[in-house]
């Protein structure tokens, strides 16, 4: 049923004629409003992530005011809200303990203003679950607006991309082989415009998920941020969520459990990254769509990768993807793997969206007869190690590890892992799993992107470039090797990745979706018998609300007392 203009939600705060609302409208004649603002018009929230300190979305003050001049064009009302600025490189220990605080800030902002729908800026890796999360709780009609991603780094002629190409650079340099001046070179070079990071990373990776749930306009998370069809694409959001609101397309209508298999299956096929799966599952459970992890390793196996993009793909970066032809053109190619009859944000189904796309370049989005990786890029193991799951991925690693058993090396900390790393003379082989615990969403705290362990030294001056690692955390989505992640539940709390000692020998078998320490179960209850909890992290403050109440990887890492089901839902505030 469209809108009236006495439906409207702001109405609530602006029609009355009473003392409450007379206070309402005096004080937004305060910043200049009058009538003409708020009768009848939907007020838009911009919900705007930018900050100084977040380079990714430095672009997005400028953008909030090409989304004000589409709310304007199409006669609404818009507001810019500032929330919580993520920022993945700069945020310590790590943006994920914030993940959830920018959640909540999102639904409650979306929830005790007169706002009528809202249009979601952000793109940096955890802003984007942030606000989905956030404005789906809250259930008012939105549109996500992605920053889009960086131009591509060059250095000395050499195409560079965020993350990647720091690993690579880093390895070398400590093997010695780049001097301190080409390191800097690399720094200058690898982030020469605002935008995320331009790998197929957690940031784009993300975007691209959003945008196949219908989140977005169509192919909006590929535009790149410094292109001029990223202010155009803005000023489209603008127009399009006023009509949004008279519509009444909320969230719930356009995230369904067909929408959500399409943005698990567009995940797999571009090679996403790690961090997608946490996601993924808190972004359906705010949804109230079930999804588990064996539905994204079912998904995974029957979806190739045809993004050819780093660091799952080989030569290309996401300003390549966007030439090629962008997300569409890549949904095109998936064909009949996606439900296409699913709805979104512009009111039209993914199908009729895609209907014209055209792939201009068929290296950079493979058809499904040449793909770069013949399964999905993730892939989910259990056993003994992770009972609750743990997850890698085949695209990105050395195939000889798929199916392998060595030895283990465990540090109990990252800084026991830096003595391990950095010692030159230390006894591992090729053979050996380097082991990092008590680094989960409890341990790290926060779950931090340690997961993709630094080559060891040792092994470096060998000529080794990969080895198994195995650990309770994250690893950034432009990281690659064979590295086990997520293991749950987690050590901090008893998981049996607590119990395992140097010399155990790990088995892991990807096929077969297997991790395993070879140990008894008597043993193991020997040891689990004996385990000591570590101290608390937190004993005050935000870390110690977010230890009460997050809940293991394999289950989003949301806070237990926000999901949906979790009490009566909460009621629109008292006027
Ligand atoms: Fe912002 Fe990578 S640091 S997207
Ligand atoms: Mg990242």
């Known amino acids: 049923m469209p809108k009236k203009p006495e439906d409207l939600r702001s109405a609530r705060w602006f029609a009355p004629d009473d003392l409450r609302s007379m206070g309402h409208r005096s004080r937004v004649m305060q910043i200049g409003m009058d009538g003409q603002d708020w009768t009848g018009k939907p007020v838009i929230?911009?919900?705007?992530?930018?900050?100084?300190?977040?380079?990714?979305?430095?672009h997005l003050r400028d953008r909030a005011e090409f989304v004000k001049k589409g709310?304007?064009?199409?006669?609404?009302?818009?507001?810019e809200m500032p929330v919580h600025s993520f920022?993945?490189?700069?945020?310590?220990?790590?943006?994920?303990?914030?993940?959830?605080m920018g959640a909540i800030e999102v639904e409650e902002t979306l929830r005790s203003f007169p706002v009528d729908g809202a249009v979601l800026m952000g793109?940096?890796?955890?802003?984007?679950?942030?606000?989905?999360?956030?404005?789906?709780?809250?259930?008012?009609?939105?549109?996500?607006?992605?920053?889009?991603?960086?131009?591509?780094?060059?250095?000395?002629?050499?195409?560079?991309?965020?993350g990647t190409d720091v690993w690579k650079y880093w390895d070398e340099r400590r093997a010695g082989n780049i001097t301190k001046d080409q390191w800097e070179g690399v720094q200058g070079g690898i982030a020469r415009s605002y935008g995320t990071c331009m790998t197929m990373g957690t940031a784009s990776t993300m975007m691209s998920i959003v945008d196949a749930w219908g989140l977005t306009l169509p192919g909006a998370s590929t535009i790149p941020a410094p292109d001029s069809a990223h202010k155009r694409m803005s000023t489209a959001c603008g127009r399009r969520i006023v009509d949004m609101v008279w519509e009444d397309l909320t969230p719930d209508r356009i995230m369904t459990p067909a929408s959500t298999r399409n943005a698990v299956t567009v995940a797999m096929a571009t090679g996403c990254s790690t961090n997608a799966i946490i996601h993924l599952i808190a972004m359906a459970r705010r949804a109230d769509v079930p999804l588990t992890?064996?539905?994204?390793?079912?998904?995974?196996?029957?979806?190739?990768?045809?993004?050819?993009?780093?660091?799952?793909?080989?030569?290309?970066?996401?300003e390549d993807f966007f030439y090629a032809g962008g997300l569409n053109a890549l949904m095109k190619e998936l064909g009949d793997k996606l439900d296409l009859s699913a709805m979104t944000v512009n009111g039209r189904t993914l199908g009729e969206n895609i209907a014209d796309a055209v792939n201009y370049n068929d290296d950079v989005i493979r058809p499904l007869s040449n793909p770069v990786y013949h399964e999905g890029s993730l892939a989910v193991l259990r056993g003994n190690l992770a009972p609750?799951?743990?997850?890698?991925?085949?695209?990105?690693?050395?195939?000889?590890?798929?199916?392998?058993?060595?030895?283990?090396?465990v540090a109990d900390s990252y800084a026991q892992l830096k003595e391990i790393i950095n010692d030159e003379d230390h006894p591992m082989t090729p053979d050996s799993v380097l082991v990092l615990r008590n680094a989960g969403p409890q341990g790290g705290p926060g779950m931090p992107e340690w997961g993709m362990i630094p080559m060891p030294k040792a092994l470096l001056k060998?000529?080794?470039?990969?080895?198994?690692?195995?650990?309770?955390?994250?690893?950034?989505?432009?990281?690659?090797?064979?590295?086990?992640?997520?293991?749950?539940?987690?050590?901090?709390i008893g998981g049996p990745l607590a119990l395992i000692r140097t010399g155990d020998v790990i088995e892991i078998d990807v096929p077969n979706r297997r991790l395993s320490v070879r140990l008894t179960e008597a043993e193991l209850e020997t040891r689990r018998a004996a385990w000591v909890p570590p101290p608390p992290r937190y004993e005050r403050g935000w870390g110690w609300m977010f230890s009460r109440h997050i809940e293991q990887a394999d289950k989003g890492c949301d806070f237990d007392f926000l999901r949906t089901e979790f009490g009566a839902p909460v009621p629109e505030p008292e006027i």
Not at 45 to 58: E, F, G, K, M, V
């Open 87 to 100: 920022a993945e490189q700069l945020l310590k220990p790590t943006s994920m303990l914030y993940r959830n």
């Open 293 to 318: 992890l064996d539905d994204l390793d079912a998904i995974g196996r029957t979806t190739p990768v045809i993004a050819n993009i780093r660091p799952s793909g080989k030569d290309y970066l996401m």
């Open 123 to 162: 793109g940096c890796d955890k802003s984007t679950p942030a606000l989905v999360m956030g404005a789906v709780s809250m259930g008012l009609p939105f549109i996500f607006l992605p920053a889009g991603a960086m131009l591509r780094g060059n250095y000395a002629g050499e195409k560079l991309g965020s």
């Open 462 to 492: 060998k000529g080794h470039r990969d080895m198994v690692r195995l650990s309770d955390a994250r690893m950034s989505g432009t990281s690659y090797g064979a590295c086990v992640l997520h293991v749950a539940p987690e050590a901090f």
């Open 388 to 409: 609750d799951g743990a997850v890698m991925k085949p695209a990105a690693m050395d195939p000889k590890f798929q199916v392998h058993s060595g030895p283990a090396i």
């Open 71 to 79: 709310v304007w064009q199409a006669g609404g009302t818009p507001v």
């Open 45 to 58: 929230a911009i919900i705007n992530t930018w900050s100084d300190l977040s380079p990714c979305h430095h």
